[in-house]
Structures are given as structure tokens and as C-alpha cells.
RNA sequence: GUCCCCGUCGUCUAGCCCGGCCUAGGACAUCGCCCUUUCACGGCGGUAACACGGGUUCAAAUCCCGUCGGGGACGCCA
């Protein structure tokens, strides 16, 4: 690249489905390159396979990518100085350019039927040839073209693959080259005039002065039919840069039976963002040094070196994620969690539909007390269980819980604190303590012993959050109208000393 | 099957291009200890890797060859 060449780089994806994750990583390498040099990020939408793509899919992604924080300086939605970016609207672009291929016998007509090629290939697959096409149609006399075209006999057009090898820069993998021999004449254009994408996609690079293309590997051997295309045309290359795949816990390619795969479902699980940027940066790149984790966008920008690039598949780690989650959740301002959180809540019915007033701060004391404990936002709901679904005849059940008052003392100190705090409505942290005092004198248990079993009889888990932020927040919650009735302290160890006692 | 790409702790990776500083560093996960009158958070510490086999060299994770393993592409999909 020369020294004042002007970065130019493209995202340029099929709305044919929800954006996956992958995706979605080349769209950020794409963009951190294009931010950092000072370039330009295009957002290109390759929807020539007019079958699959949908508008929806087209407005979700860029949704999407802005949502992650991601934008774009030239695009279908802001237009740009080389439009369209949209290629369904360029396609008598396309077919000029076929033609002049045709012209200048650097493409020509193929009448092969489908099922033909299908069968070439079986057999050459069963004979462990590799399936190229046998380049039938490459060498007809030009009269018989000329009369079977004019019969209204369907033809595909087909690229003439040079006869050397073909070789490319770039910039993860290094040179790479590609014999002729296991490149064929690709189709550019279908028989029924629509071109495809290995045909269209230098085009519009071409014409949109892009720089540098930066693209999952699955492209790689695509590359050379393309390279082809750019020499046909007499167009500058631009230099390549081949992004591994991205892989499931199992080492195939990550897919939806691994789980979350797409940025919505990344969205609805309450991943943060910034988090989600960070580990997807870190995802197949890493400083030098390999000693930081923690980027904001800004950094990333500075840091991020396309040269840096691993080759090699990356393994999707959903802990990794959460770790970073939960790091950006603790840094976040309270007041945009509180919001996620409430969103979250009431989407499961726990919180009315319009949140204000009391409620609104008891919601927020909720959030704040469950927000520590949870890898991604929407765990909230299960989290909130201690306090919306207090049932102690299952949670005695429990195994775990069964082992609090497997002696004695277990149940001496559920007695002893029950019959102090039933007669405190409310419950304050402070009676609490010294509730508790009183219950260790009485009963002589302390650490564990004294513990578990007043939480379990709260909460229905002898873990859970700080007791101190706990009691007020079930205690208020009781006072307040809620879709979900929230039991008194009063009425939770009532009911567990009940239980217990049958 | 053919071609292409890839191969450092379980996982993401630093180091590799420019051999010695590598008794291989960091992070997630995991285990232990401390803190906490429970749990979590946090702090400290531990276990854990150069795929294998040949070269080249005084010296190889680093260079070369082979084997094995993994992934991708082979479409009138993108």
C-alpha cells in the first residue's frame, strides 16, 4: 500500500438471516482498521440472491452494528460518493461489464445444463479428481453460439481462469498461490441473467475503491476466481486480509445447535456492548506484550494491528465473555443497569409494565443487590427468585439445604431467630445483627451454623447476597403493590419454621 | 477425494518473521489459602502447553522436511 493511500475498507454482508457472530467479528476488524488509519468504513449489502435476502434482515444488522458501536461512512441507509450500496439497485453495472468480457473473449457462454455440471462433478469426485469443469463450452465455434443464443437457448456466462498460477497478498496468511489447475471457469453470470457474487463482489470493490478487503477465511479460495476477475477487467487488486473461523466448544465451526451465535441473541442475554466488542477483539488478535484484556473502543482503535491477526480458529469461550460482562457491569454508571435491569424484570413479569415512583427505587435496590451475582443481564430473572418465589417446603427439600438442619442446632436456630423476627415488622438491618447476636448466645452456633439456616429460611439458598442490602429490599418490597406478591420477612420465616416443623 | 489454510496450558493468547534473554509470560476456567460471624466480590498462590518424528545449528517453541491432527473450499449460494 503506498504511504499516502487513503484506507478504504467495506463490511458487506447478505441480509439473508440474523447477523452471526462472525460476522460480526470481521465487521469489527474491518472497522478498527478503518478507524485507526483514518479511512473510510463502508457498509455494503450483497443481496444479488434475491431469494434468500429480506429487507428486515437488512435493517436488524445495521441495527445491530450500531448497536455494538459500530458506524459506517458511506452505506445504503447515508449514501456516499460511489452509490449504490445496495447491489440489488446495480445491475445493469454488471451486465455491462459482462459484455464487454464476452467482447473481449475474456468471458464466453456456456450452455451446460445444471445437472450436467452436478454429474461432472460426482464423477470426478468418485474418480478423486478435483471437480473443476471441463471447459466444454470454453472453445465453441462462434456461429453456433451466435444460433443457439438466438434459439432463446439458456446460457450462463463463464470466466476464462488464466493459464498460470494465480497469487495474492495477504496480509494474516502472507503470499498465497493458487495453481490454474484447480481453478475453473467460474459462472459470473447465471443463465437467467442474474450475476453472482464472485463476479459482482470485485466490481463493486473496484468501483468503490476499496483498499483492503477483510473477510472470513471460508473466502480464501474464492480469492483466485476474483483475482481472475480484477485482471480480466484490468482493475488494481487490493490487498487481502483472510480471518479465521470461528469455532464451537466441540472445534466445528460455531453454529446455533453450540448455542448464542447471532448479535441479537447476544443482545437479548443482557451482553454488554462494550463487552462484547472487547472479547471479540480479543478473539484470534492480542497486543504485543499479551499481558491486557481491558479495551474500551478507544484503545482498540489505537492498539488494534491487522499484522497482529491469528491465523489460526479460534475457540468461542462463552466464561471469557461473562468475565468481561461482569467487568463492564461493574464499571457501568448505575443508572444504565438499573434501566437494563428493569427492562429485563419486567419483561418476565416481575415488575409492572410502568415502573415509577417507590417502585422505581425499590426496583433499582433490587438490580443493585442481583447485579454482582449474574455473567449476563437477563439472569437477572432467575436471581430475583429469592425474592419473588419464597417457597420453603421445596427449598427444605433440597439437598443442599437439607444438610443446615441436619442436626439439631440447625433447627434451634431457625426457632430462636423466627421467634425474635416475627415480632419486628419491618425487619432492619440493624435489629438483624443483633437478632443474630442473641440467636449465637442462645444457641452457641456461629460462621455456617449460624448462617446458612436463617438464609435458607429468607431465601431458600444458603448463598446469596449480603444481608444488610437483603432485609430491606424483601422488607420493602412486601409494602409495595407488585405483580408478584414479595413475602415479609415475617411471613418467610413463619412459613419456614412451619415447614421445618412437620 | 482434490486443493488451500492452521497446529504454544482445557480455552483465548504473548513469544516465532530477525534462533540463545523461554527452567515458555498474561488472561478465562479450575484448585488452594486469606478477607468476610454465611455466600459472592476482592487479594494471594498452585496445577497446566511448545502435536509427533527427523534434520540444520555450539544452541530450535522459533529455520527446513515428513507424519499426524483440526478447519475451510471445491455451487447457475453469499
Redesign the pocket.
Given at each position: 500500500m503506498a504511504q499516502n493511500e487513503i484506507v478504504r475498507v467495506r463490511f458487506a454482508?447478505?441480509p439473508t438471516g440474523q447477523l452471526h457472530i462472525g460476522n460480526v467479528r470481521t465487521a469489527l476488524f474491518n472497522w478498527l482498521f478503518a478507524r485507526q488509519k483514518r479511512g473510510t468504513f463502508i457498509l455494503r449489502i450483497?443481496?444479488?440472491?434475491l431469494e434468500?435476502s429480506e429487507a428486515r434482515y437488512e435493517t436488524q444488522l445495521m441495527d445491530d452494528l450500531k448497536w455494538l458501536g459500530i458506524d459506517w461512512d458511506e452505506g445504503p441507509d447515508v449514501g456516499g460518493p460511489y452509490p449504490p450500496y445496495r447491489q440489488s439497485d446495480k445491475m445493469d453495472v454488471y451486465r455491462g461489464y459482462a459484455e464487454r468480457l464476452i467482447k473481449e473473449q475474456k468471458a464466453y457462454y456456456?450452455?451446460?445444463?445444471?445437472e450436467e455440471?452436478e454429474r461432472d462433478?460426482q464423477q470426478a469426485?468418485a474418480e478423486?479428481?478435483?471437480?473443476?469443469?471441463s471447459g466444454k463450452c470454453r472453445n465453441l465455434d462462434p456461429a453456433e453460439v451466435e444460433r443457439r443464443r438466438s434459439s432463446g437457448e439458456?446460457?450462463?456466462i463463464r470466466l476464462k481462469i488464466p493459464e498460470h498460477p494465480i497469487r495474492f497478498y495477504d496480509i494474516v496468511?502472507?503470499d498465497?498461490?493458487?495453481?490454474n489447475e484447480?481453478v475453473s471457469d467460474p459462472?459470473i453470470v447465471?443463465?437467467?441473467g442474474?450475476p453472482?457474487?464472485?463476479y459482482v463482489v470485485v466490481i463493486d470493490d473496484a468501483d468503490m475503491k476499496i483498499t483492503h478487503v477483510i473477510r472470513g477465511?471460508?473466502?480464501?479460495?474464492?480469492t483466485p476466481k476474483q483475482v481472475a476477475v480484477y485482471e480480466a477487467l484490468g482493475l488494481p487488486v487490493p490487498e487481502f486480509a483472510h480471518l479465521?473461523?470461528i469455532?464451537g466448544p466441540d472445534?466445528?465451526?460455531l453454529s446455533k445447535r453450540h448455542g448464542a451465535t447471532s448479535m441479537a441473541n447476544f443482545r437479548e442475554m443482557g451482553i454488554l456492548p462494550e463487552a462484547l466488542m472487547n472479547y471479540l477483539a480479543?478473539?484470534?488478535?492480542?497486543p504485543?506484550?499479551?499481558?491486557?484484556?481491558i479495551f474500551s473502543k478507544e484503545e482498540l482503535i489505537k492498539e488494534f494491528d491487522l499484522e497482529?491477526v491469528?491465523?489460526?480458529?479460534?475457540?468461542f469461550?462463552t466464561?471469557?465473555l461473562?468475565?468481561l460482562n461482569r467487568h463492564y457491569i461493574k464499571q457501568s454508571p448505575p443508572d444504565r443497569i438499573h434501566q437494563m435491569g428493569t427492562e429485563m424484570l419486567q419483561r418476565a413479569d416481575l415488575l409492572p409494565a410502568s415502573v415509577n415512583g417507590s417502585v422505581s427505587g425499590w426496583a433499582n435496590a433490587l438490580i443493585d443487590l442481583l447485579a454482582?451475582?449474574v455473567d449476563q443481564l437477563n439472569q437477572l430473572r432467575d436471581k430475583a427468585k429469592i425474592i419473588f418465589n419464597h417457597d420453603p417446603i421445596s427449598a427444605l427439600a433440597l439437598p443442599e439445604n437439607a444438610e443446615a438442619f441436619a442436626n439439631d442446632k440447625g433447627k434451634a436456630v431457625a426457632r430462636a431467630f423466627a421467634k425474635r423476627a416475627s415480632s419486628e415488622s419491618p425487619l432492619t438491618p440493624e435489629r438483624f445483627?443483633a437478632i443474630?447476636?442473641e440467636v449465637?448466645a442462645e444457641t452457641g452456633a456461629?460462621?455456617?451454623d449460624?448462617?446458612?439456616p436463617v438464609?435458607i429460611m429468607l431465601i431458600g439458598s444458603?448463598?446469596?447476597?449480603?444481608?444488610n442490602k437483603l432485609i430491606p429490599v424483601i422488607e420493602d418490597g412486601s409494602r409495595l403493590e407488585l405483580p408478584v406478591h414479595v413475602k415479609s420477612v415475617r411471613e418467610r420465616v413463619e412459613e419456614s419454621v412451619a415447614a421445618l416443623e412437620n
Open positions: 454482508p447478505s450483497e443481496d444479488t440472491d434468500r456456456c450452455f451446460c445444463s445444471a455440471l462433478r469426485m478423486q479428481r478435483q471437480p473443476n469443469y439458456p446460457a450462463a496468511r502472507g498465497v498461490e493458487f495453481s484447480v459462472i447465471r443463465s437467467s442474474m453472482i457474487y464472485n477465511d471460508d473466502h480464501i479460495s474464492n479465521s473461523t469455532l472445534r466445528e465451526r480479543l478473539l484470534g488478535w492480542a504485543s506484550g499479551g499481558d491486557r484484556e497482529r491469528n491465523p489460526a480458529p479460534a475457540v469461550d466464561e471469557k461473562h468475565w454482582p451475582y445483627k443474630m447476636d449465637k456461629k460462621g455456617k449460624l448462617f446458612h438464609r444458603h448463598s446469596g447476597p449480603d444481608f
